[in-house]
């Protein structure tokens, strides 16, 4: 089953460990987590269902594509890394 | 009842004087932006909103004095089509409702949507009947990219009055059911001519309402100083004011419907204070006249500006709180003239309030 990770500066926010859901899209992954985590969800993508700006999801070593529809497949043994962008001070 | 303040910075909330000490302390949210603090007066519980910026807008809601948090959901733009669908940016204000609405709550966001709770924050739903104004296509950005609601005031006869940066002064004498585009004779240099007297695309930074009087509005505006008498639907230009009528914050005395306090900067393209010298103006007559007062404050290479929700009154009309964008928190017990410096050390300062406990 695909695991889905995040970045330890999220958990500074709220506690968050890794989950391993079933495969599909980045959409249907990220549904899936926030079936289980319901307050994550306005962390990783906006009011509309996208993705936020300063938030990237890799498959493995590569970034998304689509960020606004998710529609990335996520495979069986995929790992699923939530990160996010670095800026501010 | 024991009286503290809640400041709301960049980096954190802090309170100042909740046990007698007069340093700030952090009561949550340490390297996080608060962009917003409210203590609702019936039930004293405090909300805190953030930006997060990275994960996006959030509320908390503490029940008992910042010892403890909750996290709460943050109201949603409800779904739409396109690239430019709308989603919450920040929370830019915080009210809470009339005196017959305990659990009631207000939000005022970016891109512009107005929020209500009846649950204590709870759940959120959209105020459909000012979205979906078809004004609000002429609104647009004032210091953001969107526009956005900074003023929400919500006064004894549940009368509901809103500023918005930049689409004007709204009027609900309904509980939010209808709204009223108020503003007449607010004018707005930054546009043509012909548009300059157009009240959908005002920009007030601040409004500010007298307490026991709720029919006189202040207005601290991008272009000026504005007064009304009659509830926000018409405004009078205050001219001629010393040493600068632009700034940012206002605050309006609880029972003398003539008096109100303003910070004043150079101007639009310059927002710092003139010649150095940081002072609070306070008129006592109505916008007829004002004195500048300066003890207690920096009067030489000062750059402090007062955001919109950074100065308060309390409810005496002569305990006033202001905080500043390079991080000093001033406090004056003699109705503004003069002023200690309580630190000169926090983070940038969103908004000051006075709390209390039971």
Redesign the interface.
């Known amino acids: 089953m695909p695991r889905v990770t995040f970045t330890a ?2 958990q500074r ?2 506690d968050c460990p890794s989950l391993e859901v079933g495969p599909g899209n980045v959409d249907q992954v990220l549904a899936a987590v926030f079936a289980q985590r319901p ?1 994550l969800r ?3 993508v ?5 993705l ?1 700006r ?2 990237n999801v890799f498959i493995n070593s590569t970034m998304i594509a689509d960020r ?1 529809g998710l529609s990335d497949a996520v495979g069986e043994s995929d790992e699923v890394f939530v990160f ?2 670095l ?2 001070g | 009842m024991g009286g503290f303040t809640l400041v709301a910075t960049r980096k954190g909330l802090f309170d100042v004087g909740f046990d007698g000490d007069p340093q700030p302390r952090c009561i949550g949210f340490l390297g996080d932006p608060v962009s917003s603090v409210l203590q609702n007066e019936h039930d004293g519980a405090i909300y805190a909103a953030l930006n997060l910026g990275h994960f996006g807008a959030k509320l908390h809601r503490s029940d008992d004095f910042g010892a403890t948090w909750q996290e709460l959901p943050v109201p949603a733009y409800p779904p739409a089509e396109g690239e430019d669908a709308p989603s919450l940016k920040f929370i830019w204000t915080l009210a809470r409702g009339g005196p017959e609405q305990p659990k009631r709550l207000w939000a005022g966001t970016l891109p512009g949507g107005l929020f209500r709770s009846d649950d204590r924050g709870e759940s959120w739903a959209l105020v459909e009947s000012l979205w979906n104004q078809p004004s609000r296509s002429e609104w647009f950005g004032g210091g953001y990219d969107e526009p956005g609601i900074h003023s929400i005031i919500v006064d004894d006869r549940d009368r509901i009055l809103v500023g918005i940066s930049c689409g004007g002064v709204w009027i609900s004498e309904d509980d939010g059911a209808n709204w009223v585009l108020g503003g007449k004779g607010l004018a707005a240099d930054y546009m043509p001519p012909d548009r300059k007297d157009d009240p959908r695309i005002q920009d007030p930074h601040c409004l500010a309402v007298c307490r026991d009087a709720p029919d006189v509005v202040w207005c601290q505006h991008h272009c000026g100083i504005f007064r009304s008498e009659d509830g926000g639907r018409s405004f009078v230009q205050i001219k001629d004011v010393a040493p600068s009528a632009f700034g940012f914050a206002v605050a309006a005395h609880p029972s003398d419907p003539k008096t109100a306090w303003f910070v004043p900067a150079v101007k639009d393209e310059c927002r710092v204070p003139v010649d150095g010298r940081f002072v609070v103006t306070r008129t006592g007559d109505g916008g007829a006249s004002f004195e500048s007062f300066s003890r207690g404050l920096p009067q030489e290479r000062a750059y402090d500006l007062v955001y919109r929700h950074a100065l308060a009154v309390g409810g005496d009309g002569r305990s006033l709180v202001m905080g500043s964008t390079t991080g000093a928190l001033w406090f004056s017990g003699d109705a503004g003239e003069s002023w200690s410096l309580l630190s000169a050390h926090l983070p940038p300062i969103a908004q000051v309030c006075f709390a209390d406990r039971p």
């Open positions: 500066n999220l926010h709220l307050v306005s962390y990783i906006d009011d509309q269902g996208r936020r300063h938030v606004n996010q962008a800026s501010g």
